[in-house]
């Protein structure tokens, strides 16, 4: 089963899936992808470890989600945005090259017998992107967002901590 969550920074997503995944599993899996590109985002990844208890099992993985031994699991991916920024940034900002691996990944991944809960940020209903490779990013982000909500068995669109069912 995978669940595709999105929408804008900091409107609910996290905590959603979060949710939903104790709804589904006593003993959740919480793959993080992010980088820890400086202090400052060290500390937010503080921040959301704190934010879980013991039932949670943390897992971190920059690029190769396949890899990973998830099956009979229940998992929340957090996020898309942040697994796709690695790929953007050692790819040297090749869009086709990027969308092409994470495709490839991700679909190693669907194919494991795990519940995904997958969050995503919808970075397109923003302000333009000022810089090319900005704009660039948002188009592969974009594209990738679609990939997944074809892929997905539910989507949801969060909006002020709402939860919007699209799929």
Not at 111 to 116: D, G
């Amino acid at each position: 089963m995978i669940y595709y969550v999105t929408g804008g920074e900091r409107s609910g997503k996290s905590r959603y899936a979060q949710e939903l995944a104790l709804k589904l599993s006593n003993t959740p899996y919480y793959l993080a992808t992010s980088r820890r590109w400086d202090d400052d985002f060290d500390k937010r990844v503080q921040r959301h470890v704190k934010e879980r208890d013991s039932r949670w099992t943390t897992i971190e993985e920059e690029k190769y989600l396949s890899k990973l031994d998830i099956v009979g699991k229940i998992v929340v991916l957090d996020c898309i945005t942040l697994w796709l920024t690695n790929w953007f940034m050692d790819t040297e900002n090749n869009v086709e090259e990027c969308l092409e691996k994470g495709k490839i990944e991700l679909s190693a991944l669907f194919e494991k017998e795990a519940t995904l809960i997958i969050i995503s940020n919808e970075i397109g209903m923003g302000i333009h992107a000022q810089s090319h490779v900005g704009r660039k990013f948002t188009e592969l982000q974009g594209w990738m967002n679609q990939y997944i909500a074809q892929k997905a068995d539910k989507a949801i669109f969060m909006v002020s901590g709402l939860p919007i069912e699209i799929k």
